[in-house]
């Protein structure tokens, strides 16, 4: 800090200090994006889960799909974190709805003259929500007493408390021999108001003593050994304990939806009643396409589906292996066109953000030449192949399970991404919870399949994967973790550097962008992300007068080269024998 005055009485002084510009740090390329089919959960909605319990409390667990099993797998193999996209087969807007769709479970629930009052329904979306059960029952709250008379028509009421009397709360007014009601619109000191423009029953003159009570109801909710119970609820919205907003904020289970019964008070209030079941939900799973796994994108609040991720930034792997169920439910080309359409789409969006990497399945197949057909159809160094799947221990535990590999692999890219670096390989990792192959590969189609970049897996102390290699047919993009550095490189280049924007394009900023970025490419050599015997061997940056000509600066376009020398596997370890045969001589 510089004094721009020198301090001689007490007061203020201006000081200034220069403006710390961020380091760059290595961007997180650990969190992975899973699309696919669950129990429950919101439909086409990224949702950040941190751990397997939290995902079975949003999604539930099953195994009519893969995507339950994926997730635990990856979590129990190193994953840190992912986002999980739950898809379902719905109709496009406009459309009229069909009895595929995913729908909620639900049940009305009448008022007290017998007209619909309140719609119950499930979280969301599938058929776990067929087995809630619900109940409405009145009940009293605060009580007062009147202070003084009070003539019909009269829009206040003098009372002895007002404590538990709110806003929105319906209020009884009675004694021995009439009763009215009225909705509270204002609370002050021992002084309850209600307004004509509120619902409101006020017909006999009172006088002490008569009594005011407040009248509420509950909701129960059960789901199997789960109980939920809202109490104190009202029916209007100026109340704080309106049902709706109540339900909202605290329930897992359901949501309640306001149907603007005409019925006067009280008769707007639920009908008591005993536990009914909802009913009517459905998952959307057996109906859906291959449109309803790719979703939409347009825009903010319009996304839906492997799209939806899109916008998720954290986001650095792609996985769906639900994407195999369309190979199981309709055998042939046809099923395994809707599969690739899938895998084409999560590629197509890796290579045009150019910040993430797809983990793709193969059908289980014991012919080895379709497996090489399949891997064909795309060429890309932003994807990897892996087959066969794995036999996996599911939560439960019990048998294994046959799985595809891609929920598995991204938990062991994490797991290398975090003990060693995105320049380490995923390969050669014990793979925790596999059991076993659902096809054991000969040493001859493990060399086949590695030079077709199948990644396949070998049992040896345990189940391993063994091929990092991508599906690219460029030599320069052949290794995974080649692929995945320049991702790390680009992300932490983004939002290191986003400073910069609307700084002065002059010498001063190149020299800025020059340092931090030898710096920080200085620290992944030391760190063994790059070969070469020194730094000027392992990287370039070049940020100056060359590469921002005047035309670029007029255009207000800022370049910086750089050029990396990424390591790469030793997918080949030769060692050289040699067997002395000489013989002692005795003199």
């Not at 932490?492 to 970025?517: C, I, K, M, R, Y």
Request: with cysteine; net charge negative; proline share 6%.
């Amino acid at each position: 800090m510089r004094p721009t005055a020198e301090m001689r009485p007490p007061g203020v002084y201006a000081a200034f200090v220069d403006p710390a510009r961020p380091t760059l740090e290595i961007a997180d390329t650990r969190v992975t994006g899973f699309v696919g089919l669950t129990l429950k959960g919101p439909l086409h909605e990224p949702t950040r889960i941190a751990n397997w319990d939290e995902f079975v409390e949003t999604y539930g667990y099953s195994t009519d799909q893969y995507l339950s099993d994926a997730v635990f797998a990856f979590f129990r193999n190193g994953g840190s974190a992912c986002y999980v996209v739950r898809v379902a087969h719905t109709t496009a807007p406009g459309e009229q709805p069909s009895v595929d769709d995913a729908s909620c479970a639900e049940h009305v629930q009448a008022d007290d003259w017998n007209k619909p009052s309140l719609r119950i329904r499930a979280l969301n979306e599938g058929r776990w929500g067929n087995s809630i059960w619900v109940k409405c029952l009145h009940s009293t709250g605060a009580t007062a007493l009147l202070t003084r008379d009070l003539d019909v028509g009269s829009g206040e009421a003098h009372v002895n408390t007002v404590r538990g009397f709110e806003v929105g709360a319906l209020v009884r007014l009675y004694d021995r021999e009439n009763s009215d009601y009225v909705v509270v619109t204002e609370v002050g000191d021992k002084l309850i108001k209600w307004s004509k423009e509120t619902p409101v029953n006020r017909r006999h003159r009172a006088a002490a003593p008569t009594h005011l009570e407040v009248m509420e109801f509950e909701i129960h909710v059960a789901l199997r050994d789960r109980r939920e119970v809202f109490k104190n609820l009202q029916m209007h919205p100026l109340s704080r304990n309106y049902a709706p907003r109540v339900v909202a904020s605290r329930s897992r289970l359901i949501r309640v939806e306001d149907l603007g019964t005409r019925s006067p008070v009280p008769h707007n209030l639920p009908e008591p009643q005993p536990m009914v079941r909802l009913a009517g939900g459905r998952d959307g799973a057996d109906a859906v396409t291959p449109e309803d796994f790719i979703g939409i994108d347009n825009g903010p609040g319009e996304r839906a589906g492997l799209l939806a991720l899109g916008a998720m930034e954290e986001v650095a792997l792609l996985a769906a292996p639900d994407a195999m169920l369309f190979c199981e439910r309709e055998r042939g080309p046809a099923g395994e066109m809707r599969a690739q359409r899938i895998q084409e789409a999560m590629v197509s969006l890796c290579e045009n953000q150019k910040d993430r990497f797809a983990i793709l399945d193969i059908p289980p197949s014991k012919d080895i030449e379709w497996v090489q057909r399949w891997r064909r159809h795309l060429d890309s160094s932003y994807c990897a192949y892996y087959w066969p799947w794995l036999t996996m221990v599911g939560p439960e535990g019990g048998k294994g399970r046959a799985v595809p590999p891609s929920g598995v692999m991204a938990g062991i890219y994490a797991q290398r991404d975090t003990t060693d670096g995105v320049h380490s390989a995923p390969a050669n990792v014990s793979i925790i919870g596999a059991e076993d192959l659902s096809l054991r590969v000969t040493e001859d189609h493990l060399g086949i399949l590695n030079a077709s970049s199948v990644n396949t897996f070998r049992i040896q102390r345990g189940v391993r994967p063994w091929g990092a290699r991508t599906a690219s047919t460029d030599p320069d993009w052949r290794y995974i973790n080649v692929r995945r550095l320049f991702i790390m490189l680009r992300r932490t280049l983004d939002v290191g550097f986003s400073w910069v924007t609307f700084e002065p394009n002059s010498h001063g900023t190149w020299a800025a962008v020059q340092l931090a970025t030898a710096t920080f490419l200085e620290s992944l050599w030391k760190k063994g992300m790059l070969i070469g015997g020194k730094p000027e061997e392992a990287f370039f940056v070049q940020c100056d007068a060359e590469t921002n000509p005047a035309d670029n600066i007029d255009k207000g376009i800022l370049t910086c080269n750089i050029g990396v020398a990424p390591t790469v596997p030793s997918e080949f370890v030769m060692i050289s024998m040699v067997q002395d045969m000489g013989t002692d001589q005795v003199g």
